[in-house]
T-cell receptor, first 116, second 110 residues
Framework: GAGVSQSPSNKVTEKGKDVELRCDPI?????LYWYRQSLGQGLEFLIY????????KSGLPSDRFSAERTGGSVSTLTIQRTQQEDSAVYLC??????????????FGSGTQLSVL | QQPVQSPQAVILREGEDAVINCSSS?????VHWYRQKHGEAPVFLMI???GGEQKGHEKISASFNEKKQQSSLYLTASQLSYSGTYFC???????????WGAGTKLIIKP
């Protein structure tokens, strides 16, 4: 596609339910990032995928959060047993490569998650 | 360790200039600037690298002071389209991830 695509754009769920958020990066981008953006806050790093390397999961806030990336393309972020504090915008970004300091990120429009 | 952005918010008239600052407590190797409009994806503006190399737009420029560990974004003759929240990201960190500031909300009025 022309850009990074995320779905759904909005998700309302009940506390305790599981949710899956999807990210379809730009074709050919080997690096994929997940960020969480709470109201009035900056971007909080969650997880990073680069090619076939083991993902960097250092930003995941708890073991209720997990993510996978199939075939080096589409990624799914799963939140189990959602809590109200999980409510936020979840942004996905992709880029061509890793490790270079001048790397431009391409963001999706995000998924607004609301946990009731 | 999150970089500090200032001001938190600013309101300008169209045509006025704006300066947004980003300060870090850690040594900087690069500073990335993005703009995000409400409900939209953050959009790349500028990357500044240690050593002075700069990339970006024409009417939007930036400085990178390695000694002071800070960067400033300059918006000249602001346009209505400049409205949005500006984020700086500093890096790379030890795990190659950018660390983001909380953002500066810029409102441009006609």
């Amino acid at each position: 596609g022309a850009g990074v695509s995320q779905s759904p754009s909005n998700k309302v769920t009940e506390k305790g339910k599981d949710v899956e958020l999807r990210c379809d990066p730009i074709s050919g981008h080997t690096a994929l990032y997940w960020y969480r953006q709470s109201l009035g806050q900056g971007l909080e790093f969650l997880i990073y995928f680069q090619g076939n390397s083991a993902p960097d999961k250092s930003g995941l806030p708890s073991d209720r959060f997990s993510a996978e990336r199939t075939g080096g393309s589409v990624s799914t972020l799963t939140i189990q047993r959602t809590q109200q504090e999980d409510s936020a915008v979840y942004l996905c970004a992709s880029s061509l490569d890793k490790g270079r300091r001048n790397e431009k990120l391409f963001f999706g429009s995000g998924t607004q998650l609301s946990v009731l | 360790q999150q970089p500090v952005q200032s001001p938190q918010a600013v309101i300008l008239r169209e045509g006025e200039d704006a300066v947004i600052n980003c300060s870090s407590s850690k040594a900087l190797y690069s500073v990335h600037w993005y703009r995000q409009k409400h409900g939209e994806a953050p959009v790349f503006l500028m990357i500044l690298l240690k050593g002075g190399e700069q990339k970006g737009h024409e009417k939007i420029s930036a400085s990178f002071n390695e000694k002071k560990q800070q960067s400033s974004l300059y918006l000249t003759a602001s346009q209505l389209s400049y409205s949005g929240t500006y984020f700086c990201g500093t890096g790379p960190d030890s795990n190659y991830q950018l660390i983001w500031g909380a953002g500066t909300k810029l409102i441009i009025k006609p």
